[in-house]
């Protein structure tokens, strides 16, 4: 057991060193001066009437870089394209177009995106969710750190917006992956297509890059384009690069535990729920963020060193709260920290062991055949 306390001390000093590294650089990256161009705000919408509102009087509320926002209506059946039609009448830079019909191979956020990008104009193309409410410097932050970095793609997480217990359970695993164990000083000196990520909420594409690549064309069978399309971008030879954004963005993806579990699963199998991928994280995240309280429940009854596994779930808990705080998440999320991860290998272990249907259910009552 003192064996056992001692790997799940070095599994919890893994991210906590990782995530120094990368806070450390995400707070070190100079500002850049905004750069000229416009910036094409881009939503793929399918039945977000409850949310297109107040994203299009955010995204139209940019300041310090001139902006186009255009809505793909992708064949909503909710009041989505009489609002945005609404507000389009008022502000020319808004433009309402229609989704073709899906075709073979495709899913539908993906299909939705690559009409926004042909028909956009600007010089960078930013990507962001029916649910994302953009801060007025937004846009022009993340234009302006594409062009100190050299970078094609810039993505950040926004702030998420947590308020039930099923999402303050299941939400801040987006930001202790990307913040714990990816090496961002290190995505940031090499190109490899392994080191890609972003988060498919806020993503900002120089458009010539985009087009060059094959844009969301290039990843159109995927359910995980925050994963895929970086990968494509980084493929040919380009940057990419993540963002603080906390105060750039806000999104509530989920509102209970039921929507965040099907969403979080319907793209887990391009993410960690592969045979190979999932039981070196089941290792990594179980032994060095759930193994930790349960050894010291285990102390008292004399199995193992109490000190080493109150150390180690320390070490496991600073980091959460490292990480909550920087990324201005709720920190009453902090104490449920070993029940989230734990959460999060359920849901993985589900998605990979359980039978496949002959469809899943994706993106807004879509449903594709299973992989």
Same mark, same amino acid.
């Given at each position: 057991m003192?064996a056992?306390a001692?790997?799940?001390?070095a599994?919890?000093?893994l991210?906590?060193g990782?995530a120094?590294a990368n806070?450390?650089?995400?707070r070190a990256r ?5 750069p000229?161009?416009l910036v094409s =705000?881009?939503? *793929?919408?399918?039945?977000?009437a409850a949310n297109?509102? @107040?994203?299009?009087a955010?995204a139209?509320a ?6 186009? !926002?255009?809505?793909? +209506?992708?064949?909503s ?7 945005v039609?609404?507000? $389009?009448?008022? +502000?020319p830079r808004l433009?309402?177009i229609?989704v073709p019909?899906l075709?073979?191979?495709?899913t539908?956020k993906?299909h ?5 990008g042909?028909a956009?104009?600007?010089?960078h193309?930013l990507? =962001?969710?029916?649910? !994302?409410r953009l801060? *007025?410097?937004?846009?022009a932050?993340?234009?302006a750190?594409?062009?100190?970095a ?6 950040g997480v926004?702030r998420?917006?947590t ?7 299941t939400? *801040?695993? =987006?930001n ?6 990816l090496?961002?000083p290190l ?6 297509p392994?080191?890609?990520a972003?988060?498919?909420q806020l993503v900002?594409?120089?458009a010539?890059a985009?087009r060059r690549?094959g844009?969301h064309?290039a990843?159109?069978?995927?359910l995980?384009d925050?994963v895929?399309l970086p990968r494509?971008?980084?493929?040919a030879?380009? $940057?990419?690069d ?5 105060d750039l963005?806000t999104?509530?993806m989920?509102?209970?535990?039921a929507?965040a579990?099907?969403g979080?699963s319907k793209?887990a199998?391009e993410g960690?729920?592969t045979p190979?991928?999932?039981p070196v ?7 060095g963020? !759930?193994?930790p @309280?349960?050894l010291?429940?285990a102390?008292p009854?004399?199995a ?12 496991? #808990?600073?980091?959460?709260?490292a990480i909550? #705080?920087?990324?201005?998440e ?6 449920l920290? @070993?029940l989230? !991860?734990?959460?999060?290998?359920a849901?993985q272990?589900n998605?990979?062991l359980? @039978?496949r249907r002959a ?10 055949p299973?992989?």
């Amino acid at each position: 057991m003192t064996a056992l306390a001692l790997l799940a001390l070095a599994l919890a000093l893994l991210p906590a060193g990782l995530a120094l590294a990368n806070l450390l650089a995400l707070r070190a990256r100079p500002a850049a001066a905004v750069p000229n161009g416009l910036v094409s =705000i881009l939503i *793929p919408a399918r039945n977000e009437a409850a949310n297109i509102g @107040p994203t299009l009087a955010a995204a139209l509320a940019s300041t310090g870089v001139p902006v186009e !926002v255009i809505v793909a +209506d992708d064949h909503s059946t909710d009041g989505t394209a009489a609002i945005v039609a609404g507000i $389009a009448a008022s +502000d020319p830079r808004l433009r309402l177009i229609p989704v073709p019909p899906l075709p073979a191979g495709w899913t539908g956020k993906n299909h939705a995106c690559h009409i926004l990008g042909e028909a956009a104009t600007g010089r960078h193309l930013l990507f =962001i969710d029916a649910d !994302v409410r953009l801060a *007025p410097h937004g846009a022009a932050a993340l234009a302006a750190a594409a062009e100190s970095a050299g970078a094609a793609l810039v993505s950040g997480v926004p702030r998420q917006v947590t308020a039930t217990l099923g999402e303050r359970l299941t939400v *801040p695993m =987006i930001n202790l992956l990307l913040l714990g164990y990816l090496p961002i000083p290190l995505m940031r000196r090499l190109t490899d297509p392994a080191l890609g990520a972003a988060c498919g909420q806020l993503v900002l594409v120089e458009a010539e890059a985009y087009r060059r690549v094959g844009g969301h064309g290039a990843i159109r069978e995927s359910l995980h384009d925050g994963v895929r399309l970086p990968r494509v971008v980084r493929r040919a030879g380009l $940057a990419t690069d993540l963002v603080a954004a906390s105060d750039l963005a806000t999104c509530r993806m989920y509102t209970d535990f039921a929507q965040a579990w099907a969403g979080f699963s319907k793209n887990a199998h391009e993410g960690l729920a592969t045979p190979r991928a999932l039981p070196v994280w089941t290792v990594l995240l179980g032994g060095g963020h !759930v193994l930790p @309280p349960l050894l010291v429940l285990a102390a008292p009854l004399g199995a193992g060193d109490a000190t080493l596994a109150l150390a180690a779930l320390a070490v496991s #808990l600073l980091t959460r709260a490292a990480i909550t #705080l920087f990324t201005r998440e709720d920190p009453w999320t902090i104490p449920l920290h @070993p029940l989230t !991860v734990a959460l999060a290998l359920a849901l993985q272990w589900n998605a990979l062991l359980r @039978p496949r249907r002959a469809g899943v259910a994706t993106w807004k009552g879509r449903t594709y055949p299973a992989a």
